[in-house]
Structures are given as structure tokens and as C-alpha cells.
T-cell receptor, first 109, second 115 residues
């Protein structure tokens, strides 16, 4: 079967660093993506890793280890506006993505 | 640029009735997708289309049908709605090249309640 596992909830304070992990078990793999979704809104793309290593985009970084079927999203200098749900997604053959169930991040002051 | 539009924004539908959720994109993306989002279950793929004229089944296709007559439009039809189809439905699109398809652009969603 295909599955992606990520924590359901994470809490942190403003200015802190938080890491959201994602492990996957899929029949095909064409990269690991991360999406952000604010309450009541649409998911928006954050990052994509096709190869092992770290990708950095501003305060957000994403890491992939294909040998471990594992990746993470690292959020630095947390702000209140970062409170949202974060989804990892694995690319499949064709163009489909399989999404994890999401991690709700709550940032407090 | 509008990106992706969906209609209606929300709808209450009687069980057994049919309904078509509309989705239009203006980015000339080859690939389009329909997801449903339920609390605690994340986003689940219903159907997808890699290019106009072709469609494919996702994780939860039963009870839904799609068509892709042109690049811009990708309607989702519920032939005979059931209460378990109560959900938020998101349409998305992406460039279908190998590296680009992982970046999907989502519409604002349609909140459907089936009673």
C-alpha cells in the first residue's frame, strides 16, 4: 500500500525553529513536496525535493533522504502567520500526488 | 490573472440529486486534478487529467466522473449524491513536465453538503 506519515500536531512559540517530519511508503517516487494551508484556504506550494539534500527558500527549508524514505520541512524564525496545516506529498507516475494527512502547526506568542 | 476558479463556492444538495462542480484555469496547464478534503484525512485524489482528452482515476473515484474537453475546464460530476460525499472539493492544475508537476496550483474550493 501507499502511505505517508507525519505528526498530526506541532506547537511552538514565535521566533523558534520547528521541524515537521514525513516518512513515506509508496510504489513509485518522483519527489517530495510540501504544501501549506491556512484555515479555510486553499493549499499553496512551498517546496519540492527530487534529490537527496536540503533545499532552502527563505525561512523555510526542506530535506529529503530517499534511502530512508524520509523528509522534513524546517521552519525558522517562526511567526504567528505560520500557524497553518502543512502537508507532505509524494509524486507518482504520471502527474498525481499522494498527500499526507497534514500537520497542524500552532504558533503562540 | 485569475489562476483557478471554482463554482459554486458552496452548495447544499439533496441525496440522490446530481451536480457538477466547475473548475476553470487560465494558466494553460496541461494537468488538472480533483481532490476532496475531509477532516483528519488530508487531501485525497478523486480524478486527474494529464492533458486534454485524457482522464485517470485517483484514490477515491467511486461516485464521481470527470471530462476534459479542453485545456482550461475540468468539471467534476456527482451522478447521484450520497451523504458521504459531503466534503470540501479542491480543483488544482500543474505543468505536466517531470519537475514542474509537483507544484500544483489550487482553486479556492467548493464546500458541498449532501443531506
Amino acid at each position: 500500500g501507499q502511505s505517508l506519515e507525519q505528526p498530526s500536531e506541532v506547537t511552538a512559540v514565535e521566533g523558534a525553529i520547528v521541524q515537521i517530519n514525513c516518512t513515506y511508503q509508496t510504489s513509485g517516487f518522483y519527489g517530495l513536496s510540501w504544501y501549506q494551508q491556512h484555515d479555510g484556504g486553499a493549499p499553496t506550494f512551498l517546496s519540492y525535493n527530487a534529490l537527496d539534500g536540503l533545499e532552502e527558500t527563505g525561512r523555510f527549508s526542506s530535506f529529503l533522504s530517499r534511502s530512508d524514505s524520509y523528509g522534513y520541512l524546517l521552519l525558522q524564525e517562526l511567526q504567528m502567520k505560520d500557524s497553518a496545516s502543512y502537508f507532505c506529498a509524494v509524486g507518482q507516475a504520471g502527474t498525481a500526488l499522494i498527500f499526507g494527512k497534514g500537520t497542524t502547526l500552532s504558533v503562540s506568542s | 490573472t485569475a489562476g483557478i476558479t471554482q463554482a459554486p463556492t458552496s452548495q447544499i444538495l439533496a441525496a440522490g440529486r446530481s451536480m457538477t462542480l466547475r473548475c476553470t484555469q487560465d494558466m494553460r496547464h496541461n494537468a488538472m486534478y480533483w481532490y476532496r478534503q475531509d477532516l483528519g484525512l488530508g487531501l485525497r485524489l478523486i480524478h486527474y487529467s494529464n492533458t486534454a482528452g485524457t482522464t485517470g482515476k485517483g484514490e477515491v473515484p467511486d461516485g464521481y466522473s470527470v471530462s476534459r474537453a479542453n485545456t482550461d475546464d475540468f468539471p467534476l460530476t456527482l451522478a447521484s449524491a450520497v451523504p458521504s460525499q459531503t466534503s470540501v472539493y479542491f480543483c488544482a492544475s500543474s505543468d505536466s513536465s517531470r519537475s514542474s508537476y509537483n507544484e500544483q496550483f489550487f482553486g479556492p474550493g467548493t464546500r458541498l453538503t449532501v443531506l
